[in-house]
């Protein structure tokens, strides 16, 4: 090998030379090399971050979706409580005596609007009834507080929340002493009583008080004598 180097021109040993030492130098720093990961700044990570498929939007829609779930929850757990303590109430301050409320609890009220000498420009005009009944969405509490002191602890839809003397005789629309949870389906037995009083008040054969007296005193004999 000596003898042919010794050929090469002196130009062609400086190449060979050099050629070597970068051979050499680009296998030392192959070897050598190790990747460095921790040179990644925030703003690289963050960049790299935002192209995975799990996004921030992602992240929050799960987030707002396990929030509405847990309220849900929530709710449904103090809907079941206060069904729990409904159903639950064994002391009834009221007692259902026979068809008839309380008379302690539910003695009745009039509207004083309605009176003997205006009943034909309220009561006896058809349709009066529409503008004076209370909506559901304000008598559905006050049904069930109601149905608490009547001891009542089924559904309150087996229940009509009941004005004791009606709207059409000029009873109180909204006074808890006129109102009470009367056990039936709409229409019942007290409501054909009640129209049919309603009648002979606006017939004139019966006195708007005493109608009012009679549905109060005991609505299944109110009809009696007539």
């Known amino acids: 090998m000596l003898p042919k180097l010794k050929k090469l021109k002196k130009a062609d040993k400086i190449y060979l030379v050099l050629f070597v030492i970068l051979f050499f130098s680009v296998v030392v720093s192959a070897f050598n090399y190790k990747p460095n990961t921790s040179s990644l700044s925030a703003s690289d990570l963050q960049s790299q971050l935002s192209k995975t498929p799990t996004s921030n939007d992602d992240d929050t829609s799960n987030l707002s979706t396990d929030t ?3 309220n849900t929850s929530t709710s449904m757990n103090s809907s ?119 009648t002979l008040v606006c017939d004139g054969a019966m006195k708007l008080t005493e109608a009012q007296r009679r549905i109060v005193t005991d609505w299944t004999t109110a009809l009696a004598g007539y």
């Open 68 to 70: 509405a779930t847990s």
């Open 80 to 198: 079941s409580t206060s069904e729990s303590t409904l159903t639950q109430t064994s002391n009834a301050q009221c007692k259902i005596n026979g068809k008839l409320p309380d008379s302690k609890c539910t003695p009745g009220a009039i509207d004083p609007r309605v009176t003997q000498d205006n009943i034909h420009q309220t009561i006896c005009v058809s349709g009066y009834t529409k503008t004076v009944r209370p909506s559901s969405s304000t008598t559905s509490k006050m049904k069930l507080v109601s149905m608490q002191q009547y001891g009542f602890t089924d559904s309150p839809s087996n229940y009509e929340y009941d004005h004791l003397i009606s709207l059409e005789l000029g009873g109180a629309p909204i006074d808890t002493k006129n109102l009470w949870p009367e056990l039936g389906k709409i229409p019942n037995p007290k409501d054909t009583v009640e129209n049919k009083l309603h």
